[in-house]
């Protein structure tokens, strides 16, 4: 058994798209319209295009306790999914640069350093460096 696809719930998809793509470099794999305007919409590392893929899945918009579920999450300021980067601080000067929102600026904790931000699209992600 291995993970082939990870969902992250996003509220518009063409949004999510540019944002994963544009800013943080992930590049489209699958691009197939469904019904009611939605799409199977998978992206994957530049890094690892063989790799996992990441779902951008409109959950949010058609099944309410995903909503709920997001909008708990960022309230709560948890964050959805986690990637993991060389130099988060790096990556965060990088981001900040584009226009990225974060709500936790690179800190440590024991044997990683880690920030969060917001992915317009309701979710806040968490970057991860290992120390």
């Known amino acids: 058994m291995k993970v ?63 909503k709920v579920f997001q909008d708990a999450l960022m309230e709560a300021g948890i964050p959805y999914t986690q990637f993991d980067v060389d130099s988060v601080d790096a990556e965060y000067e990088r981001l900040v640069d584009l226009g990225v929102e974060f709500s936790i600026k690179p800190s440590t904790f024991g044997t990683v350093k880690y920030a969060v931000f917001n992915d317009t699209c309701g979710n806040n992600i968490q970057i991860v460096e290992t120390l």
């Open 4 to 66: 082939t696809i990870i969902s992250i719930p996003v509220r518009d998809q063409e949004k999510a798209l540019q944002f994963y793509t544009k800013k943080l470099g992930f590049i489209k794999k699958k691009d197939t319209p469904l019904e009611g305007g939605n799409r199977w919409l998978t992206l994957v590392s530049k890094d690892a295009q063989d790799g996992p893929e990441v779902l951008l899945e409109p959950a949010p918009l058609h099944f309410e306790p995903s």
